[in-house]
């Protein structure tokens, strides 16, 4: 049966409603799915499918991208942070808009795979091999984050459940008794996975205590920030017991740490309350031929002596320094557009203390799958993700970049500890399951138990294969596309 083009206008609207309420943070989970299905119906007879998938992603793009606006930057940037924002929503939705295009030049089933497949190539293109304009936000397979199917994750990541999403919307929007039951069983596939997948038994286990001291950060000095901090963690680090490690957030304290007096202070407090080495995030800095500024996760043993540290690599465009600033211009490095001037690390190396090897994601890290896979290739049998919201204010960022997170946990077969300053802190078990947390703007700690493992996954061991092979089968399928068409 056709679709008119009514009809296609009125699926639209639905489509993107289904998809923006699938994912984060509202996560119904037959939603994704809904979507995709409707945007299938209504590409097959659209006179204009580009116009169609554009107006299908514009409102998914600027409902995950407009909370960056809520940055607190100077006012003199906030004009062009503003036009930044729209531009990145106009571009993802370009992306969007060509996908359906393309999808077009298809019919029934080959339709449905050739958009699987190309669907995953553009997620996996923007989002793990752009350096550093790579943007894996809001990733179609991270609407299954809340759902049984998260488990899947650990075959092929999380860009896997981008196709699964894909897929199954794909066949069920065929409207035919054997697509269906086809869709019915690769979701039965989905549900026996958490069935077979089983963790081997862990190498060890330790207490952790996490912190949250709810500081909201600040763009200029304020005397009144020490004086606050102290008290927090004074309030958040009494009696809690018995510990093998505590996890304090980015940029934990003012300043440098090492450079820093009421720094070392409030360390030495807490060490002393808790008798157990901390992790936390300051700035670092290091002169060769030029001062080289870093934003650094440190480890203090309980002696007080640093005993280990990583440096983000994976740097904030625009935020924590220019895109490629290695290979910049000096004069286009010198341009003010409010950014800092960070260096980026030497590399994804965990910070080893006894049996403990601690695989560190500093803020944004913590989005790209090839980072936690990193991580867990250099010997991680832990990962602890630690970041300063803050500067978003109660806007939808800080609650995405907590569920963007996750599926770190279940790729890589690792607990993943969480450490906000403002929230949200957590515990992620290697399933996928939130153990303990802490919500946005609220202080406190939490204390728990973290098994460590020294597996690998499938993901761990066969890293991105299957998006690897997604851009190959997209282009051999639209170059025979007429014999596809014909098979199909």
């Not at 019915?184 to 949250?212: D, M, R, T």
């Not at 970041?387 to 204010?393: C, R, V, Y």
Request: net charge positive.
């Amino acid at each position: 049966m056709k679709i008119s083009f009514q009809k296609s206008s009125f699926y639209a609207p639905l489509s993107s409603a289904f998809i923006i309420f699938g994912n984060s943070p509202f996560f119904f989970p037959i939603l994704p799915f809904l979507g995709f299905s409707l945007w299938f119906r209504a590409l097959r007879e659209s006179r204009n499918p580009f116009l169609l998938s554009f107006l299908i992603a514009l409102p998914y793009w600027l409902f995950h991208s407009l909370w960056i606006y809520n940055l607190d930057v100077p006012n003199n940037i906030r004009p062009l942070l503003l036009l930044g924002v729209l531009t990145m929503s106009l571009i993802l939705s370009v992306i969007w808009a060509f996908w359906g295009w393309a999808v077009s030049r298809f019919k029934g089933l080959s339709a449905v795979l050739f958009g699987s497949f190309l669907f995953v190539s553009l997620e996996f293109i923007r989002g793990e091999n752009l350096g550093d304009l790579s943007y894996p936000w809001a990733l179609v397979g991270e609407s299954l984050v809340n759902s049984p199917f998260l488990k899947l994750s650990a075959l092929f990541g999380v860009y896997f459940l981008s196709f699964f999403v894909v897929l199954v919307g794909g066949l069920i929007s065929l409207w035919s008794l054997r697509y269906i039951i086809s869709a019915l069983i690769i979701l039965s596939f989905g549900i026996l996975w958490n069935f077979v997948y089983k963790l081997p038994e862990p190498s060890g286990e330790i207490k952790v205590a996490i912190l949250q001291p709810n500081i909201l950060p600040r763009l200029d000095f304020d005397p009144k920030e020490w004086e606050e901090t102290f008290k927090a963690y004074r309030e958040i680090t009494e009696n809690l017991g018995e510990l093998d490690l505590v996890v304090a957030s980015e940029s934990a304290f003012p300043g440098i740490h090492t450079h820093s007096q009421n720094s070392q202070k409030i360390v030495s407090e807490i060490l002393e309350r808790t008798k157990a080495p901390i992790l936390f995030g300051t700035g670092g800095v290091e002169r060769d031929t030029i001062f080289r500024y870093y934003n650094r996760a440190l480890l203090v043993d309980t002696r007080g002596k640093m005993v280990g540290f990583y440096d983000k690599v994976r740097l904030v465009p625009f935020g924590e320094n220019l895109p490629f600033y290695e290979f910049l211009p000096e004069f286009i490095r010198e341009i003010e557009l409010g950014q800092g001037n960070y260096s980026r690390g030497r590399g994804f190396y965990p910070i080893s203390y006894g049996n403990l090897k601690i695989g560190v994601m500093i803020c944004y890290e913590s989005i790209f799958s090839g980072i936690g896979k990193r991580l867990i290739d250099n010997g991680a049998n832990v990962l602890a993700v630690i970041t300063s919201d803050g500067w978003f204010g109660k806007s939808l960022g800080p609650v995405e970049h907590f569920y963007l997170g996750i599926p770190r946990a279940v790729e890589t077969g690792r607990y993943l500890i969480r450490s906000a300053k403002t929230g949200i802190s957590a515990i992620i078990d290697p399933e996928g399951r939130v153990v303990e947390s802490l919500e946005l703007y609220t202080r406190g700690s939490i204390v728990g138990s973290v098994k460590l493992y020294e597996h690998k996954t499938p993901f761990v061991s066969f890293g991105f294969l299957f998006p690897y092979l997604c851009p190959i089968l997209s282009l051999i399928i639209w170059i025979l596309r007429k014999r596809f068409i014909g098979l199909f």
